[in-house]
């Protein structure tokens, strides 16, 4: 779901508004997935690996998180640039 940008299903029964964000929704997830995990860490070996597999997946990004965030910086920059330009005309 995370891969394909889908909103995790989250119940927004006497919810105002917009809900939280994908991202927001899915960094809630993963801390809470990461306290349970962690709370039974100690019950067997098992529990352990999970953990350790778990924290091994949050450390590490995936190769088109980070092509999407070079992405958007890009386009940020540009729009900067342009708006530099606008301003400098907008002096002469």
Do not use: F
């Amino acid at each position: 779901m995370e891969r394909k940008s889908d909103p995790l299903p989250i119940s927004t029964a006497g919810s105002r508004g917009k809900g939280p964000k994908r991202d927001e929704q899915y960094r809630l997830m993963w801390n809470e997935l990461e306290a349970l995990v962690r709370a039974h860490a100690s019950n067997s070996s098992g529990h352990t690996r999970v953990l350790d597999c778990l924290l091994a997946c949050r450390s590490s990004r995936l190769p088109e998180d980070d092509e999407r965030r070079k992405g958007k910086r890009r386009k940020e920059e540009r729009e900067e640039r342009a708006n530099r330009e606008v301003e400098a005309e907008a002096e002469r």
